[in-house]
């Protein structure tokens, strides 16, 4: 077995960044960002801080935003970006090379393919689309069009997480076959309030875009929507993608190890949960177990968005358990442990580096002519997981999945939860 100094000094070599060379490292991307609240104006804070990039235009419908975007960019390269409410101007500027996404869920997919058509690269946040149907469509476009599509799920550059897969890779656990990620966290609950006009300022109609018609609510709009069947995923892929994508890499990683490859999707799923907890308008549910079903192996997830207590000492994060001992994996370390519970290895890493690497990662793909760390086909696999993991506890019974044509087979209900039926004139892209 090798020892944490022996293991660490010979990860640290092969797993230098690969955005550290490229074949011109003085090339300068300009880029568009669309959507900048909340996990989006980090993106555009941290695209705006890279000396390569020049973050020409910023777009949302919230005219609202504007004025503390426009000021942070400015702050950050040296001079103002122009605005813009309509996406679509984007898409239509030749100087743009790179589309940046921060949007709600349901507007993932249709600017990531016409983004794709219009010969933009894009850089989009998790999970990757709406349902499985734009998640496969995303990555059709991006073959078709030949565009780098860089998924947010940012561990995939962070150095922690190779580190701890390298490990196990190394084959010290022995046989594994089983991997589980979890959540536990306090949130609050986001009760009852009445719907009302739009604040002024803002294209509603623009920001639900292919969802239902509705009036609006505080509920569904800025941060809350998440909680909706029409706009997100709930917190299974709000967080779980993270944490569901750490369990599966390491699973994959002990796979190899035993000289085997863990299929890209499961044979089944099942879900079980609800809403135990808050009495509130959200639809997800607040407490759900989700399992996969592998040939030789299942994953696991875990969430309680109610309960703060800590799982193998991480409020967030996964394991990977083998016949010789387990790894943790966390947001910004990892620790290996024997058959007694005793710490074997371990590392560590900042995990706000992550998102540095992880943008820099896809200029160097786009510079380089490879796929990014996070490629829409890793991306659209992890995301579909959240999606089986949802359409599992929506029907509430065990699916079987059929990997090759993406689908449940011949259970309609089922199916009919693959897509989402489209609000003109924003309907799906044709690839």
Same mark, same amino acid.
């Given at each position: 077995?090798?020892? /944490?100094?022996?293991?660490?000094?010979? *990860?640290?070599?092969?797993?230098?960044?690969?955005?550290?060379?490229?074949?011109? $490292?003085?090339?300068?991307?300009?880029?568009?960002?669309?959507?900048?609240?909340?996990?989006?104006?980090?993106?555009?804070?941290?695209?705006?801080?890279?000396?390569?990039?020049?973050?020409?235009?910023?777009?949302?419908?919230?005219?609202?935003?504007?004025?503390?975007?426009?000021?942070?960019? *400015?702050?950050?390269?040296?001079?103002?970006?122009?605005?813009?409410?309509?996406?679509?101007?984007?898409?239509?500027?030749?100087?743009?090379?790179?589309?940046?996404?921060?949007?709600?869920?349901?507007?993932? *997919?249709?600017?990531?393919?016409?983004?794709?058509?219009?010969?933009?690269?894009?850089?989009?946040?998790?999970?990757?689309?709406?349902?499985?149907?734009?998640?496969?469509?995303?990555?059709?476009?991006?073959?078709?069009?030949?565009?780098?599509?860089?998924?947010?799920?940012?561990?995939?550059?962070?150095?922690?997480?190779?580190?701890?897969?390298?490990?196990?890779?190394?084959?010290?656990?022995?046989?594994?076959?089983?991997?589980?990620?979890?959540?536990?966290?306090?949130?609050?609950?986001?009760?009852?309030?009445?719907?009302?006009?739009?604040?002024?300022?803002?294209?509603?109609?623009?920001?639900?875009?292919?969802?239902?018609?509705?009036?609006?609510?505080?509920?569904?709009?800025?941060? &809350? +929507?998440?909680?909706?069947?029409?706009?997100?995923?709930?917190?299974?892929?709000?967080? =779980?993608?993270?944490?569901?994508?750490?369990?599966? /890499?390491?699973?994959?990683?002990?796979?190899?190890?035993? =000289?085997?490859?863990?299929?890209?999707?499961?044979?089944?799923? &099942?879900?079980?949960?609800?809403?135990?907890?808050?009495?509130?308008?959200?639809?997800?549910?607040?407490?759900?177990?989700?399992?996969?079903?592998?040939?030789?192996?299942?994953?696991?997830?875990?969430?309680?968005?109610?309960?703060?207590?800590?799982?193998? =000492?991480?409020?967030?994060?996964?394991?990977?358990?083998?016949?010789?001992?387990?790894?943790?994996?966390?947001?910004?370390? +990892?620790?290996?442990?024997?058959?007694?519970?005793?710490?074997?290895?371990?590392?560590?890493?900042?995990?706000?580096?992550?998102?540095?690497?992880?943008? /820099?990662?896809?200029?160097?793909?786009? /510079?380089?002519?490879?796929?990014?760390?996070?490629?829409?086909?890793?991306?659209?696999?992890?995301?579909?997981?959240?999606?089986?993991?949802?359409?599992?506890?929506?029907?509430?019974?065990?699916?079987?999945?059929?990997?090759?044509?993406? &689908?449940?087979?011949?259970?309609?209900?089922?199916?009919?939860?693959? =897509?989402?039926?489209?609000?003109?004139? +924003?309907?799906? $892209?044709?690839?």
């Amino acid at each position: 077995m090798p020892t /944490r100094r022996t293991f660490m000094k010979t *990860a640290a070599g092969a797993l230098a960044p690969a955005y550290l060379s490229s074949a011109n $490292p003085n090339e300068r991307f300009t880029v568009a960002m669309m959507g900048f609240r909340g996990r989006g104006r980090r993106i555009l804070h941290g695209f705006a801080e890279l000396p390569d990039v020049d973050v020409k235009t910023i777009c949302d419908v919230d005219r609202r935003l504007f004025d503390d975007a426009v000021a942070a960019v *400015a702050e950050r390269q040296g001079h103002r970006p122009s605005v813009e409410t309509d996406f679509r101007r984007l898409l239509d500027d030749p100087d743009i090379d790179l589309i940046a996404m921060g949007t709600p869920t349901h507007w993932h *997919a249709i600017p990531t393919i016409l983004a794709c058509q219009a010969g933009k690269h894009v850089y989009v946040e998790k999970p990757a689309g709406h349902n499985i149907a734009e998640g496969r469509a995303m990555l059709d476009a991006a073959r078709k069009y030949n565009r780098v599509v860089q998924v947010g799920i940012q561990s995939r550059s962070g150095l922690n997480y190779r580190e701890a897969c390298e490990y196990i890779r190394s084959g010290v656990l022995g046989k594994v076959a089983f991997a589980k990620g979890w959540e536990s966290a306090r949130q609050k609950g986001i009760g009852y309030p009445p719907d009302g006009p739009a604040p002024p300022g803002v294209d509603y109609d623009m920001w639900l875009g292919p969802a239902p018609k509705r009036p609006f609510n505080p509920n569904r709009f800025h941060g &809350s +929507w998440r909680w909706f069947f029409d706009y997100g995923t709930g917190d299974l892929g709000n967080d =779980g993608v993270h944490r569901v994508d750490y369990a599966r /890499r390491g699973l994959a990683a002990g796979f190899e190890a035993m =000289g085997k490859r863990l299929p890209d999707w499961p044979t089944a799923v &099942s879900a079980a949960g609800g809403k135990f907890f808050f009495d509130d308008a959200q639809q997800w549910p607040d407490t759900l177990v989700v399992t996969w079903d592998y040939p030789g192996a299942t994953l696991m997830y875990e969430m309680r968005n109610w309960q703060p207590t800590t799982m193998e =000492g991480e409020a967030e994060g996964s394991a990977v358990y083998g016949e010789n001992g387990y790894v943790v994996i966390g947001n910004g370390s +990892w620790h290996a442990y024997d058959e007694h519970n005793q710490v074997v290895a371990e590392g560590s890493s900042a995990k706000s580096d992550d998102d540095v690497r992880h943008k /820099r990662d896809m200029l160097a793909a786009i /510079r380089n002519g490879r796929r990014p760390a996070c490629d829409i086909e890793i991306g659209h696999c992890a995301s579909g997981l959240v999606h089986l993991g949802n359409i599992a506890w929506r029907t509430d019974r065990k699916l079987q999945f059929d990997a090759a044509n993406e &689908s449940f087979g011949n259970d309609d209900e089922a199916n009919r939860l693959l =897509g989402r039926e489209y609000r003109r004139p +924003w309907v799906l $892209p044709k690839v």
